[in-house]
Every structure is written in C-alpha cells, then in structure tokens.
C-alpha cells in the first residue's frame, strides 16, 4: 500500500462491499475540530457533545450525491427542556461548522458524564439533506437513546428505512481534541418483486457487515498511526471486494461575511433597519458559529 495515498485525519474515506450491498464512510478530526472549538469557551461535555455532531456532519454530509457548493447536510437537535437547548452543524463541500447554545448553571448540576436525555430532555433531532439541484428533504426524529448515534441511527431507520451502524470515538488533552466515526449501511436491491431490505432488518449480509463493522475500537478509530484505510483493511479484508474512494479534504467553514449579511439585511425595510442600529448608527450583527461581530453602516 502506498503510504503517500493513505488518509489519516481531516479527510472524508468512502468504501463500499459489493457483494453484501453495503456502503460506509469514515472520517478523522483532528484540526478542524480545534479551529471549529477555538471560536467559544464550552464546558467539557458540550465540546464532547460538539465533538461527536461535527464527526457525524461529516459522515452524513459525506452521503451527498452532489458535492457542489449547494449540496449541505445541516443536523439540529433543540429542545426547550434541556441543558442544552440548541446544537448545530452542517456540512457543505469539506466544510465543517457547529455551535451550542446551553445553560450553564443547569448544566453544572448534571455532574461530569451527562446523559443524552439529561442534556436535551425531551428533545428532537432534525435532519436535513439539501442538494445541488435545489431539493430538500428533512427527517425528524426524538432525541431518544445513549448518544447522538443511536439518534441517527433512529432517523436512517425511520425516515429513510435503511440499515444503518454508526461508531464515535473522541479525545481531548492539553494538545487539542481528536474525534472519529464510522457509519455503514445496507442499501436496498432496488429490482422491483424483491423484498425492501428495510422491512428486514436480519438480513444476513446487513448482520455480517454490522458486525464486522461493530467491531472496531474507539483505540483504533483515534489511533493517528493507523490511516483510515488500513481500518476498512482490518474491518472488511476476508471480503470478495472492496472498493476504497478518498472524499473531500475537511475544514471549519463558517460563510459569515460582511457581504452576506449586508444583503440580507438590506431586504428589510428602512423603518426596521432604522430600530436594529446602535448608538453610533450601525447594525451590529453577531455570527453564532464563529462568534465574530459584523458592524453594518446601511
């Protein structure tokens, strides 16, 4: 194996085993979750939290069958009774962004280890595919089980009846953080008269994919020495075949820009611009996701 061509963080890898119509993706943090943490202080569990949306973003956003600059996933969870109230990501063309919003004092009191429904309460997890030709599809799930993958989990299942195995591992040191994912699934037939591999969730190449895929290791998803590839190697190597595909390279990419807001601002009447202007005339507009501040003078 070429070691030049092996993907070992920041960079979507895509696979597929033919012969048990199955398809995955994996991916590495290791950058692009600092530079995405860096724009706001968050307590321990909601960069953890963070951590594990941004990695499943990627997955997920690594599904699209366009790639162009107007094919996003975004994933929202929001509940109003939870600690934490708000969490976004999205996912367009390698680009990564994310932010929370919480209550601080609700969240201290939930001890180190909070639980997924202690975090969100009665939440929900809102899923939102958008691509390149301008159609838009949307999968709405509770915001049930241990962790963000068996949410997302639920919503392949339930909104879009396919198989899906989802892993996360994440890590944090005075060095920086590092998360990782792998997301399998079984894909239909397709052939009309077949049975809908959906309504059948024991199929026996779907129960031999997911659990060789079920395998891997938190250790072995974090380890910087091991590239993405040599996982699929480890994972799927007594397969007929496997096909390996590099996807894009992966960076923080908040689109704020002055420009941007200028415009839509510039949409709303004078009267209402009128009352958003300070004291010294401008409208300043803040970037939830970057946390930077745009000072408008229209």
């Not at 989802?166 to 920086?176: H, M, N, V, Y």
């Amino acid at each position: 194996m070429n070691t030049q061509a092996e993907t070992f963080s920041d960079k979507l890898l895509g696979f597929t085993v033919p012969d048990r119509s199955a398809r995955g993706r994996l991916v590495r943090l290791d950058k692009v979750i600092d530079d995405v943490l860096a724009a706001h202080d968050y307590p321990a569990s909601v960069t953890h939290l963070l951590e594990e949306a941004l990695v499943l973003a990627a997955l997920m956003g690594g599904l699209l069958k366009s790639e162009g600059e107007e094919a996003q996933l975004t994933m929202q969870a929001q509940t109003q009774t939870g600690a934490v109230s708000l969490l976004v990501c999205d996912y367009r063309g390698g680009s990564l962004r994310g932010y929370a919003e919480f209550d601080n004092d609700w969240l201290s009191s939930l001890g180190a280890n909070p639980s997924l429904s202690a975090l969100f309460g009665d939440g929900y997890l809102a899923i939102t595919f958008e691509t390149g030709g301008g159609q838009r599809y949307q999968g709405i799930v509770p915001l049930e089980g241990d962790s963000l993958a068996q949410a997302c989990e639920a919503y392949f299942s339930q909104s879009e009846q396919v198989p899906t195995l989802i892993r996360l591992a994440s890590r944090a040191d005075r060095e920086g953080g590092v998360a990782a994912g792998l997301l399998v699934q079984h894909l239909a037939d397709g052939e009309e008269g077949r049975e809908r591999l959906h309504v059948r969730m024991d199929h026996p190449d779907w129960e031999h994919v997911a659990t060789m895929a079920g395998s891997i290791s938190h250790d072995e998803l974090l380890d910087p020495g091991l590239s993405l590839e040599a996982l699929v190697w480890r994972l799927f190597h007594e397969e007929t075949e496997v096909r390996v595909q590099s996807g894009n390279g992966l960076s923080r990419g908040c689109r704020c820009s002055a420009e941007y807001y200028t415009s839509v601002i510039s949409r709303f009447p004078e009267s209402e611009r009128q009352d958003m202007r300070n004291d010294s005339g401008v409208i300043a507009v803040d970037c939830a996701f970057c946390a930077k501040t745009f000072e408008l003078a229209i």
